[in-house]
């Protein structure tokens, strides 16, 4: 599956942002969605997850992970951006026994990333 993250940019804290994972080449209904992020000088960090099967949204606190498995599309929600949100922001396809994943090795394909700034 080839993953394809949009919908970062120039932020204002408090904003809120919808990023966008677009699948193609196999349904995207067959893999847990992580996504990721990556602040410069840091290593990468994982943000949160939606298993691909059950419910179509989870939520942690102010991320909204959900997907449309009909669209082939995973989306990422981030509510009161802060500064320290900052970063690119990756999303990663899994077919691991552990569908809520932070672990980088467990995702077999990975979107290129998308940048997020957000200014004071």
């Known amino acids: 599956v080839q993953l394809q993250a949009s919908g970062g940019g120039l932020m204002q804290a408090g904003d809120s942002l919808k990023l966008s994972c677009l699948a193609s080449g196999r349904p995207l209904s067959n893999y847990h969605i992580g996504w990721f992020r990556q602040a410069p000088g840091s290593e990468r960090e994982f943000v949160t997850a939606i298993r691909r099967s059950g419910s179509n949204t989870h939520v942690k606190g102010r991320f909204t992970v959900s997907r449309s498995n009909s669209k082939n599309v995973a989306y990422l929600q981030v509510s009161s951006l802060k500064p320290e949100d900052t970063a690119v922001y990756y999303c990663?396809?899994?077919?691991?026994?552990?569908?809520?994943?932070?672990?980088?090795?467990?995702?077999?394909?990975w979107g290129q990333g998308t940048q997020v700034t957000v200014s004071s």
């Open positions: 990663a396809a899994s077919t691991s026994v552990r569908y809520y994943s932070g672990i980088p090795d467990d995702y077999v394909s």
